[in-house]
């Protein structure tokens, strides 16, 4: 949710802070915040994003070595300038920035304003800055509950940034001397690719040659990996935005995946192991998960999928494999959801695209996708890089080989940009769409639905074709879109759908393939990709459908990056 980032060195702080805050900005931008101390501890905050918040505040002018800032997500207090990030004491002598929530800090409050010290926030993270005055951070953090990422920076300790982690990334930077410790590893890339993933109870601090971990066990000692990501990859390499770099880039994604295929092989065995696969995920992984129950079902595996946070109903025990898929491996609650599969003794097999992610440590079995970092807050290339590994683990489990040359097809699927763009034209002042699938189209209804209204605010919906006439009909009028990835399966059933739709003036779009006639006669328009199989269709698909959405979203003169009220990762239930 909310990014943070620190640096200690030689250089210069608040520059380093706020380029790095720039790419953390997908985390959060309700408002923005940098802490250094020079001669003294001085701050600059405010709300709005990075852009609009530097041309009336010169962060740079903040000098000195070592500083923390932040991009918020607004979870307790509004976004205003007084709740921004870094937060402090009563003698503006500690600084400090958070990630995640205090669960207990309404009473922590009330105790430390009947002991005189007045609070200028909203926040529950204020309540830190305030305990530092008169304890050391282990005695901070055992009064602390629920989950948290925090950094301060005192102005009697210059030299040194305090850290802590519980339930909320955290990752050192170890530059030359010089360190960085930031919520996400893209923040720091450009500075340095060694890094150190701090655990859940891990705190101490960060200097600019040293640094110190400890945990409830005494000192503790994590290694240093080296990160194979170019900074590049967090850059927007001319594109206008990151969402469409991103979408961009998954022909590439699946070029690397499949030059990894055999990496898969141990986990479709691993699969075979169990009575029962249950998928849990939320939000675009949901719809990954959704996939990979239709694929697994479809081969005989008795597969369920269950978004994370209503994971407590569910039935579950030790012959059961649970597949968390989540891009950031931080979701609050997939991660819950994990927690009570193992609780009740079933296995954990994690499909995560971020390095040492929490999901990935909770998990017994780990597939790391391989779509680099993604910085547009939608997910593109990583839910195309999720489906992909579910559809390799589907053939090998099957005994098929995988349809060769899908990034070639992916990358002549991006070629029908400009007509895309034109289909973008005439819905965008839409109010309403829908989306409808049947089988493996479904997942991919509700996420071309999902992909729309977050970003273009244009209310969308996902559902199954068949489902239509029992209600949603009746919305249909003359001109109401209608976007259908027709499949080989079920082609006839949808068509009839289709025809619904059509005797009501719905404006149909209908994905289809290479020398599909039929579809002609019943569509409006239709986007063609080359012929592939079932399986395969959505795999090509998906471009379309993430294309559409940023099109309409970028003529509705709206940020496909930064959608309003959301942040890349979940850190909350
Ligand atoms: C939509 C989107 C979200 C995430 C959801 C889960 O574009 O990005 O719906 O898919 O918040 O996030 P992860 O995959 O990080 O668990």
Not at 239 to 253: D, G, N, S, W
Not at 497 to 502: A, G, L, P, R, Y
Not at 540 to 560: D, F, G, K, M, N
Request: with cysteine; hydrophobic share 35%.
């Amino acid at each position: 949710m909310c990014g943070i980032i620190g640096y200690i060195g030689k250089r210069k702080a608040s520059e380093l802070l706020l380029k790095a805050l720039e790419r953390l900005e997908y985390r959060g931008y309700d408002s923005i915040g940098i802490a250094v101390v020079g001669e003294g501890l001085e701050i600059l905050k405010d709300r709005g994003e990075v852009s609009e918040v530097s041309k009336t505040l010169n962060f740079t002018t903040l000098e000195g070595n070592s500083g923390i800032g932040h991009t918020r997500w607004a979870t307790h207090g509004a976004p205003t300038q007084e709740n921004a990030h870094p937060l402090t004491d009563c003698n503006e002598k500690i600084a400090v920035v958070h990630n995640g929530i205090i669960e207990n800090y309404s009473e922590l409050r009330k105790e430390l304003e009947d002991n005189g010290h007045k609070f200028k926030s909203e926040t529950d993270t204020e309540v830190i800055a305030h305990l530092l005055e008169n304890k050391n951070l282990p005695e901070v953090l055992d009064m602390l509950k629920g989950s948290y990422a925090i950094v301060a920076i005192k102005k009697d300790e210059p030299d040194k940034l305090l850290f802590a982690r519980n339930r909320s990334p955290l990752i050192i930077g170890l530059g030359a001397g010089e360190n960085f410790i930031a919520s996400d590893i893209p923040a720091f890339l450009k500075e340095t690719n060694k890094v150190v993933v701090l655990e859940n109870g891990d705190y101490g601090y960060v200097k600019k040659e040293s640094y110190e971990i400890n945990n409830v066990e005494g000192s503790a000692d994590r290694k240093v990996q080296e990160i194979n990501w170019n900074s590049e990859a967090a850059e927007k390499e001319g594109y206008e935005y990151f969402a469409l770099k991103e979408i961009h880039e998954i022909p590439r994604t699946t070029e690397n995946t499949m030059k990894a295929l055999e990496d898969l092989k141990p986990y479709a065995e691993e699969i075979r192991k169990y009575s029962r696969i249950m998928f849990t995920a939320c939000g675009t992984s949901y719809h990954t998960a959704l996939y990979g129950k239709y694929l697994f079902n479809s081969i005989g595996i008795r597969t369920e999928a269950v978004i994370g946070s209503e994971f407590s109903s569910v039935t579950i025990g030790k012959d059961d494999l649970v597949i968390a898929i989540s891009q950031s491996g931080e979701t609050a609650d997939t991660l819950s959801a994990v927690e009570k599969a193992k609780q009740r003794g079933a296995k954990i097999l994690s499909i995560s695209n971020v390095l040492g992610s929490s999901l990935e440590r909770e998990a017994d079995f780990s597939i790391h996708t391989l779509a680099g970092p993604e910085i547009a807050v939608i997910a593109t290339k990583t839910f195309s890089a999720q489906m992909l590994s579910l559809y390799l683990l589907y053939k090998m489990i099957k005994g098929e080989k995988p349809e060769t040359g899908l990034e070639k097809m992916q990358r002549t699927v991006l070629k029908l940009d400009a007509e895309i763009k034109k289909i973008a034209e005439k819905i965008q002042k839409k109010e309403n769409a829908y989306f409808i699938g049947r089988g493996i189209g479904y997942p991919l209804a509700m996420e071309g639905a999902l992909k729309l209204k977050e970003i273009s605010y244009m209310h969308a919906e996902g559902m199954p074709a068949g489902e239509l006439k029992h209600g949603t009909l009746s919305l249909i009028e003359k001109g109401t879109p209608v976007i259908v990835p027709l499949l080989p399966e079920m082609y006839d059933k949808t068509i009839s759908n289709m025809e619904e739709v059509k005797a009501r003036g719905g404006l149909i779009i209908a994905l289809s393939w290479e020398g599909d006639e039929r579809v002609g006669d019943v569509a409006s328009e239709v986007l063609r990709v080359p012929k592939t199989g079932n399986e395969e269709y959505p795999l090509l698909y998906i471009l379309i459908l993430q294309l559409l959405a940023y099109h309409v979203t970028v003529l509705r003169e709206l940020s496909p990056d930064k959608p309003r009220n959301l942040a890349k990762c979940v850190t909350v239930e």
